[in-house]
């Protein structure tokens, strides 16, 4: 998978130190981290940065950082990601994004999401991605529907990784099939 997407407004490249900063403010937005468990800490945020750095290297594909080419800054980040426990729909890989408050409803994650699955598909020849959230994620799940994904309410889950009686344990799965 190439190392950069360039898309109408958007790049999206590998992380770099300077990103490290502004994505720590992401991070520690709480309309940012609403449907995650907490928001991160500086030092959870660089450790969220080297954990995805890993998955490109090992994997050949992450999720990259957004950066706007109007402004050169760092606005998130979207791509690609092998999840970390199992389940139903598993081995799977998930199309993801986080973005800054202050850019959401521009059609960003829209943009960004459509160019790294073209990429999915066509380069790594992916078959099929799945994204997930809370049902009450009502902003991701119209970016996943306005990206062609479908959700069936049988395939929805408790993620692992959260306690049982969490708020947030209950997940919505959407899928996406290669347009081969």
Known sequence: MSQTILTERLLLRRWRDEDRLPFSKINADPRVMEFMPACLSPVESDALIARIEDHFDVNGFGPFAVELLESKSLVGFVGL???SF???FMPAVEIGWRLAADQWRRGLACEGARAVLRQGFETLGLDSVVSFTVPAN???RRVMEKIGM?????DDFDHPK???GHTLRRHVLYRLSSPR
């Open 86 to 88: 199992e389940a139903h």
């Open 150 to 154: 479908t959700h069936d309410p049988a």
């Open 138 to 140: 009502l902003r991701s």
């Open 81 to 83: 990601f092998i999840p």
């Open 162 to 164: 959260l306690l049982e």
